[in-house]
């Protein structure tokens, strides 16, 4: 089985690009979760769909981050404009509804923005 | 809002020394999960925990959950160098609460 997918693994941008960054969750998983993860911060919840609805947004740290879910299988996390203070790992993880609430993580995007 | 706090935040052992990572909530858990991050990788789900009081192994490591579900621990038994990465601890519900972690490292 396929596990979480990201693309792409490695972004670098300067100050002022818009970035998008790409998730394909496991099939079959209701739940998708998008993560930013520093040195300082640990890692951090930006913001989770159910059933591709965008459940909880309290964790995007300002207007610059957007995040759509247009259908089950894909998601995007949009930065615009990109500011070197948002240079982290962003990862992606899905999880099944009911059972346990384990969370299955991409292997994440390294963002750097100069 | 709830938090979780892990401590050490960095640990440095002998290989085949033991290990502990302590994880404190300021609020009461239904259940916990643990995970760990190999240099570089995701963060991977070791265990889930949901009894007070439960006591799970696996192998070499020892997860357990406090009487009042407000703290859990790690032990890793004679450590090995692959047990090197950092260890989560996570308030589980829907989103799940992550602690900042503990970061091992092990010289042989």
Redesign the interface.
């Given at each position: 089985d396929a596990g979480v997918i990201q693309s792409p693994r490695h972004e670098v941008t300067e100050m002022g690009q818009e970035v998008t960054l790409r998730c394909k969750p496991i099939s079959g998983h209701d739940?998708l979760?998008w993560y930013r993860q520093t040195m300082m911060r640990?890692?951090e919840?930006l913001i989770?769909f159910?059933n591709n609805v965008p459940?909880?947004d309290s964790g995007m740290p300002e207007d610059r981050f957007s995040a759509k879910m247009p259908n089950a299988s894909f998601s995007t996390l949009k930065i615009q404009p990109s500011e070197p203070r948002d240079s982290a790992v962003y990862?992606c993880?899905s999880r099944l509804a009911g059972g346990?609430?384990?969370?299955?993580?991409?292997?994440?995007t390294r963002l750097t923005v100069l | 809002g709830q938090q979780v706090m892990q401590i050490p935040q960095y640990q440095h052992v002998q290989e085949g020394e033991d290990f502990t990572t302590y994880c404190n909530s300021s609020t009461t858990l239904s259940n916990i999960q643990w995970y760990k991050q190999r240099p570089g990788g995701h963060p991977v789900f070791l265990i889930q925990l949901v009894k007070s009081g439960e006591v799970k192994k696996q192998k070499r490591l020892t997860f357990q959950f406090g009487e009042a579900k407000k703290n859990s621990s790690l032990h890793i038994t004679a450590t090995q160098t692959t047990d090197v990465g950092t260890y989560f601890c996570a308030g589980a519900g829907t989103a799940l609460i992550f602690g900042k972690g503990t970061t091992l490292s092990v010289s042989s």
């Open positions: 739940y979760f640990g890692l919840l989770y159910n459940i909880d990862f993880a346990t609430d384990t969370q299955y993580f991409g292997p994440g | -």
